[in-house]
């Protein structure tokens, strides 16, 4: 069978390639203020409040945690500081990898080249890029595109930027509400989902499930 082999494979960032630490973040700042249950539904609730807030107009990513942080306080009946939202900001550029991006993204960058769309501030994914052990041809943020995913705008930003359409690309995430859902909608018909374990599979939108980063490659017959 022939494989489908795209002019770049765009990635999500943070979850898919970062390992995305805002859950343990959060049991810092909280965890000894709320036993287990609750401190599991403010982790949940926390979540829930970043993709509302991205799904409004575009505004810095650390008001996006400021606003959510504060809004999920609030439900649980915690005090909000804002110095916890900045805490929590400033850990974002010192996360790393998945064990098993490094590997994965090695192999492939040598045959096909790679691009990141993330919901990301563009002065500080750099430090996170540089740690994935790969070079990548474009990095593109959502302060680039003046919306965050799921927007479709930062996906068309992305198409422009690199000028090529959905047919000619495949896009990897390990988030269906964040980018799969509207890669489906936009017409990305070669999709990769990485099974992160923090959402279900959804095979209404057509995709490739792999267990992690090392896999990335066979999908292209590497």
């Not at 490094?102 to 691009?115: Q, T």
């Not at 501030?121 to 919306?147: C, D, R, W």
Request: with cysteine; aromatic share 12%.
């Amino acid at each position: 069978m022939q494989r489908f082999r795209p002019k770049y494979v765009t990635f999500d960032c943070y979850g898919t390639l970062i390992n995305f630490q805002m859950a343990e973040a959060a049991s810092d700042l909280f965890g000894h203020l709320l036993d287990r249950p609750r401190m599991d539904e403010f982790i949940k609730n926390f979540s829930a409040y970043r993709l509302d807030e991205v799904m409004q107009d575009w505004k810095p990513y650390t008001d996006v945690v400021h606003n959510a942080l504060e809004r999920t306080c609030r439900r649980n009946n915690v005090a909000f500081r804002a110095e916890d939202a900045e805490t929590i900001s400033n850990r974002v550029p010192t996360w790393g990898p998945h064990q098993d991006v490094p590997e994965g993204l090695a192999k492939l960058a040598k045959e096909i080249p790679l691009v990141i769309l993330s919901n990301a501030m563009t002065a500080l994914i750099p430090s996170n890029v540089a740690k994935l052990g790969a070079p990548f041809h474009a990095v593109y943020t959502a302060e680039q595109a003046s919306a965050y995913k799921p927007h479709f705008k930062a996906f068309e930003y992305m198409f422009d930027m690199l000028g090529c359409g959905p047919e000619d690309i495949t896009h990897v995430s390990s988030s269906f509400r964040y980018d799969l859902m509207s890669a489906y909608d936009l017409g990305i018909k070669s999709k990769v989902w990485v099974n992160r374990r923090h959402e279900p599979a959804n095979p209404y939108y057509e995709y490739t499930e792999i267990a992690d980063v090392t896999q990335l490659p066979s999908v292209f017959g590497l």
